[in-house]
């Protein structure tokens, strides 16, 4: 991924962040920065193709595959586990084939190894939330409706080892997506944890990682105000569920939730929240693998080799001991109810 996205980003600087580059109009409408787009890849070590999810939406499923296959050592050798994966730019901005996302799905699917399934949702301001969370959960349905029929799932996929991962706005979808799907029978597929990467939090009063982010070269603070406002619903507030699900979601949400891994980083002006998220959680029961003190910024797993290879290894780790305890217990239990977690 080094080279892919280095090419594709410069350095990261307030003067040139994507975020601060929205321009709002007044009739409500934004313009989105230019960002590049690649194509699904036929050759290299991983291939990828895009797949329709809902054709009267406009959503789809980028799939990648390592090539040639490596299988994952446990529980079963000759099949990959399925990361279902959705990308980060706060709701407004991005998708499956902005160039930074696409090689960093390519990593990960080779780091795990995996396959990964990448979805192009709906965007914020034209559809609000929770059009998001609906389109995550029509993926987690993919995964037992239609995966099995696709070739490189049903040849190399093992889908009774299914985890729902999401960066920054995606992590917050994998969590709603999990509390949303979470009593659903998924078979054939069984989701065995969220994977949230330095989810996308927000609430009316600041934290003091948030009151510091004036000039953060990833996400300053006015544009993360701005982003919260163009994401929820019209009139809402950011204690509202979507964005600080500790302070306005039921506990009872929480209930059954897998197993999920949290990460972070220290310069990341949402760590307070993301801490707070962890520690919530657990007061609900939730089995939660924490690991918050990566040193670095928002989305820096996109520009330094360093910290993807971190966030991989804590990625196939997770995924291994999730792998290990189902062979312990059985493969083949009744699958595990789905969780949400975020930008």
Same mark, same amino acid.
């Given at each position: 991924m080094g080279e892919a996205t280095a090419a594709a980003l410069p350095a990261p600087a307030k003067s040139t962040n994507l975020f601060m580059q929205i321009a709002v109009h007044s009739d409500g409408t934004i313009t989105r920065p230019f960002v590049p787009d690649a194509p699904p890849s036929a050759t290299g070590a991983v291939v990828s193709q895009d797949v329709p999810l809902d054709a009267s939406l406009g959503t789809s499923l980028r799939l990648y595959l390592p090539n040639p296959v490596s299988p994952s050592p446990s529980p079963s050798p000759s099949k990959l586990p399925v990361i279902l994966y959705f990308h980060g730019g706060g709701f407004v901005l991005f998708s499956t084939g902005s160039v930074f996302y696409h090689a960093s799905c390519e990593a990960m699917a080779a780091a795990v190894p995996a396959i990964v399934v990448s979805l192009d949702y709906r965007l914020a301001p034209e559809h609000r939330l929770p059009a998001a969370y609906d389109d995550a959960v029509a993926a987690v349905l993919w995964l037992r409706d239609a995966a099995a029929t696709n070739p490189w799932i049903a040849a190399h996929g093992d889908l009774s080892r299914c985890f729902v991962m999401g960066s %920054?706005? /995606?992590?917050?979808?994998?969590?709603?997506?999990?509390?949303?799907?979470?009593?659903?029978?998924?078979?054939?597929?069984?989701?065995?944890?969220? +994977?949230?990467?330095?989810?996308? =939090?927000? /609430?009316?009063?600041? +934290?003091? %990682?948030?009151?510091? *982010?004036? &000039?953060?070269?990833?996400?300053?603070?006015?544009?993360?105000?701005? =982003?919260? %406002?163009?994401?929820?619903? $019209?009139?809402?507030?950011?204690?509202? !569920?979507?964005?600080?699900?500790?302070?306005? +979601? *039921?506990?009872?949400?929480?209930?059954?939730?897998?197993?999920?891994?949290?990460?972070?980083? &220290?310069?990341?002006? #949402?760590?307070?929240?993301?801490?707070?998220?962890?520690?919530? #959680?657990?007061?609900? $029961?939730?089995?939660?693998?924490?690991?918050?003190?990566?040193?670095?910024?928002? $989305?820096?797993?996109?520009?330094?080799?360093?910290?993807?290879? !971190?966030?991989?290894?804590?990625?196939? $780790?997770?995924? %291994?001991?999730?792998? *290990?305890? =189902?062979?312990?217990?059985?493969?083949?239990?009744?699958?595990? *109810? #789905?969780?949400?977690?975020?930008?």
């Amino acid at each position: 991924m080094g080279e892919a996205t280095a090419a594709a980003l410069p350095a990261p600087a307030k003067s040139t962040n994507l975020f601060m580059q929205i321009a709002v109009h007044s009739d409500g409408t934004i313009t989105r920065p230019f960002v590049p787009d690649a194509p699904p890849s036929a050759t290299g070590a991983v291939v990828s193709q895009d797949v329709p999810l809902d054709a009267s939406l406009g959503t789809s499923l980028r799939l990648y595959l390592p090539n040639p296959v490596s299988p994952s050592p446990s529980p079963s050798p000759s099949k990959l586990p399925v990361i279902l994966y959705f990308h980060g730019g706060g709701f407004v901005l991005f998708s499956t084939g902005s160039v930074f996302y696409h090689a960093s799905c390519e990593a990960m699917a080779a780091a795990v190894p995996a396959i990964v399934v990448s979805l192009d949702y709906r965007l914020a301001p034209e559809h609000r939330l929770p059009a998001a969370y609906d389109d995550a959960v029509a993926a987690v349905l993919w995964l037992r409706d239609a995966a099995a029929t696709n070739p490189w799932i049903a040849a190399h996929g093992d889908l009774s080892r299914c985890f729902v991962m999401g960066s %920054s706005s /995606g992590g917050n979808m994998a969590f709603n997506a999990g509390v949303r799907t979470k009593n659903l029978d998924l078979s054939p597929a069984a989701v065995r944890g969220l +994977m949230l990467h330095q989810p996308y =939090l927000g /609430g009316v009063e600041r +934290m003091p %990682s948030e009151a510091k *982010s004036g &000039d953060d070269v990833m996400l300053p603070l006015e544009a993360n105000d701005t =982003l919260w %406002s163009l994401a929820l619903p $019209a009139g809402a507030d950011r204690d509202h !569920e979507f964005s600080n699900p500790a302070k306005a +979601m *039921s506990p009872e949400a929480l209930t059954n939730l897998p197993r999920c891994l949290v990460t972070g980083s &220290d310069g990341d002006p #949402l760590i307070d929240r993301q801490r707070e998220l962890i520690r919530w #959680l657990r007061e609900h $029961a939730v089995e939660v693998v924490a690991k918050t003190d990566f040193a670095g910024f928002h $989305a820096a797993e996109l520009f330094v080799q360093e910290k993807a290879d !971190e966030l991989f290894a804590a990625v196939r $780790a997770f995924v %291994s001991a999730t792998s *290990s305890t =189902l062979d312990d217990d059985d493969v083949h239990m009744q699958p595990v *109810s #789905l969780s949400p977690c975020g930008k």
